[in-house]
Each structure stands twice: as C-alpha cells, then as structure tokens.
C-alpha cells in the first residue's frame, strides 16, 4: 500500500520561512509532486522532483531524498497569499498516477 | 479552452438521485483522472484514462460510480443512487503525457442531502 505523510497544519509569521516535510512509504516510486491548494480552487503545481537534491524557483523550493522516502516545500519571504494547503504526492507504479498526502495547511499571519 | 474545465461548479441532490458529472480536459491531453476530495484532505484517486481507454477504476468506490470518456476529450462521472457519504468536491486532472505535469479543474462540489 501507500503511505504519505505530512504535518495536518503549520503556522508561520509574514516574511519568514517555513519548511513542510513529506515522507512516504510507496511501492514504486517515479516522481513526487508539490501542489498548492487555496480553499474552494483547483490545486496548482509548484514542482516536480525525481532526483535526489533540492529544486529552486523563486521563493519556493522542494527538495528530495530517495533513499529516505523524504522530501519538504520550503518557502522563503512568506508572504500572506501563501495561506493555503500544500499536498505531497508521489507518483509509482507503471501507470504514474500520483497518490496523494492529506495535506498541510499553512497559516501565515502578519 | 486554456485549462481544465469542470461542470456543474456545484450540485445539490437528494439522496438516492443520480448524478453525472463533466470534465472537459485541455485539447489534446492524453491522461484524465478523477480525484475524491472530502473537506480537509487530500485528493483520493477514482479513476484514470489514457484517451478513451480506462486504465484504472481500482479506485472507484463502488459499483454506484461509473466512468466514461467515449471519445478521449471529455469524460463524465456519474454516480448513481447517491448516498451522503458521497458528498465531496471530484477533482479532474488532465496531462499531455503520463508524468508531464498535471492540470486540475476547479472541481465540482457535490453535496448529497
């Protein structure tokens, strides 16, 4: 079976940084997503990871360890639009459908 | 259109009723999904199709929920007999290719009473 878990909620001030962690037990892996997902609105894609190592872009980065079953979404110079919930999801399996964590929700206040 | 488009945005029904409803991918996406997003988790996996081949139902419920995608471009999913442990927003998501990068429609909240 899949196993993916991230913290349920996280709190940060405004201009901070703050890391969501992600580990996962899977049969297979291929890949693992980071999703944002304001409440009401489709998820929309922040990164992609499938080597070991950590991704920048921009204010966000994902960073990825294979060998541990681990990954976090750190994000720099919060900003309050960053409220929101943040899904894990990695993808196994020949069919590469991505399974997904509950989700973190992240609540930024000034 | 330039995203994934779902409908109704939201559906009221009375337990018991049938329900269908629409996903309209991103022209020329090979890969549907459908996700179950109950309040306050994660997406779970329904079902995927690669054009108007159905992959996999492993997770579909039960056998009330039926997928189709006839023609690889829209898909509907339609539940029937719905029940109110049903209630949740179904997410679409749709993609060029397996692993290029998924795009999810606003979903479609349905609400069984």
């Known amino acids: 079976g899949q196993n993916i878990d991230q913290p349920t909620e996280m709190t940060a001030t405004e201009g901070a940084i703050v890391q969501i962690n992600c580990t996962y037990q899977?049969?297979?892996?291929?890949?693992l997503f980071w999703y944002q997902q304001h409440a009401g609105e489709a998820p929309t894609f922040l990164s992609y990871?499938?080597?070991?190592g950590l991704e920048e872009k921009g204010r966000f980065s994902s960073f990825l360890s294979r060998s541990k079953g681990y990954s976090y979404l750190l994000l720099k110079e919060l900003q309050m639009k960053d409220s929101a919930s943040y899904l894990c999801?990695?993808?196994?399996?020949?069919?590469?459908?991505?399974?997904f964590g509950r989700g973190t929700s992240l609540i930024v206040h000034p | 259109g330039a995203g994934v488009s779902q409908s109704p945005r939201y559906k009221v029904a009375k337990r018991g009723q049938d329900v269908a409803l629409r996903c309209d991918p991103i022209s020329g996406h090979v890969s549907l999904f459908w996700y179950q997003q109950a309040l306050g988790q994660g997406p779970e996996f329904l079902t995927y199709f690669q054009n108007e081949a159905q992959l996999d139902k492993s997770g579909l419920p039960s056998d009330r929920f039926f997928a189709e995608r006839p023609e690889g471009s829209v898909s509907t999913l339609k539940i029937q007999r719905t029940q109110q442990e049903d209630s949740a927003v179904y997410l679409c998501a749709s993609s060029l290719e397996d692993n290029y990068g998924y795009t999810f429609g606003s979903g479609t909240r349905l609400t069984v009473v």
């Open positions: 990871n499938v080597l070991d």
């Open positions: 899977t049969s297979g892996f291929n890949g």
């Open positions: 999801a990695v993808e196994t399996g020949g069919s590469y459908i991505p399974t």
